[in-house]
């Protein structure tokens, strides 16, 4: 019984659960990053838009009054060092839903598919039938990422035969959890991407994977596609098919046969996706239409070294921002933990690289592979840049860019630090154990000082 509690997956498992929800309800309700707009956007599949609406050619949705009138109440607070009384959240609570009285928001649509709130909008549209309270609306749904945060990284953490205690200090970093308890896709996102990498290295370095089947090549391809229709920007981490030994598939041709294949179909995904978004979007709420924004593609190709160096140059100019913000990131990035603490989870991350647990095993990368890993995070960097540019135009530095968007490579760059020398010291599992609740401990310090 007691080992079965001192897995690091069943750890994780408890650990997760417990300061999730504890994140679900100390953070006041619209205050995570994108939260309103996941939750109108939900509320549009739950009536059938899988777009948005327009209105005074403003992009935007008609959702119940009660909703809007929350949003607004709650929105003050958002960008403001304001701080949230919290009679208003209990009182809040109280708000009937009155789905029939409607009211047109304007609001940033994302451009994200149903699998991104899956099964969030469907708790939704079950919700809304029976008229539950907004405010609880917010709290289930929260509770509902949560859960799917936790059942993708528990598999993640108990598939991978080694790094569990890397996997359990990331997934257990206040960003993801503050992420994984509010309404967005990042909990979804981050799950899937961890598993894919945990069955990447199980079909690497298993020794009971030792001739790879269609089976096991189809699970892993459908694990990059689905990251891919969750966010296209982190596709490159489909390079990490290399980490797989060729010797493992019949023969070098059929290898590299899987690996186009899987790459093609990411590809047809994403001109789908592009296609999807940008068709019928002339009128945004950022007023730059699908033209414009693949004329800016058309600038960014003609002269890419130049657009290359811009992004070099706003990373340091933002380097000190993202270093901090893959970390914590609370409310609209107006808070975060201390720097030392900052510190002491990088620490702790590049401890867990090198420790390997009891019955692990040594999982030694290759050069030219942790080359390609490193070109994975370099294209995908540059993709959520290339992004971000489209969105917000800033010159002469790319802003916008939030922290929460590089923190799914840091396991990734992490992998590269994978060699022969490990450390076996006993001690380190209870030292990165206490790092993490350490940290999340201090992010509920200043969670609470941001808002009460």
Known sequence: MKKIILKTENIFLIFCLLWGIIFIFVNPPFQSPDEPEHLFKMWGYTQGTLRYQIKDNQAGLNVPYSISYLYNFYNVYRLSNKKIPYKSTIQAIEVP?????TSF?????????PISYFPSFLILWVMKIVNVKPILMMYILRFCSLLVYLALTYYAIRITPCKKWLFFLFALLPVNLIQSGSISTDAITIGFI????AYTLKLAFCDYVQNI??????LWAGLITVI?????????????YFIIPDEKLTSTKIYLKYFIWTLLINAGVILLLILSVTSGSEITTYGLGAANKFNLIKEILHSPFVYLKNILDSTIFLKDFLYQNTISSIGVTLAMIPLKYTHLAWAGLVLSAFYIDTGEKICTIKLKNKIRIITAVVLSYILIMTSVYLVYQTKPYIIGIQGRYLTPLIPVVLLVL?????TKSKVVPVGLFLISQCLLFQNLITLVLRYY
Not at 105 to 113: D, E, F, G, H, V
Not at 228 to 240: E, S
């Open 97 to 101: 839903l009155a789905k029939d009285t």
């Open 105 to 113: 928001l304007n609001y940033t649509p994302p451009s994200y598919t």
């Open 194 to 197: 961890l598993l894919y990498i």
């Open 213 to 218: 089947n269609k089976k096991e090549i189809f």
């Open 228 to 240: 891919t229709i969750l966010k296209f920007v982190y596709v490159p981490l489909i390079l990490l």
């Open 418 to 422: 994978c060699s022969k020398y490990v």
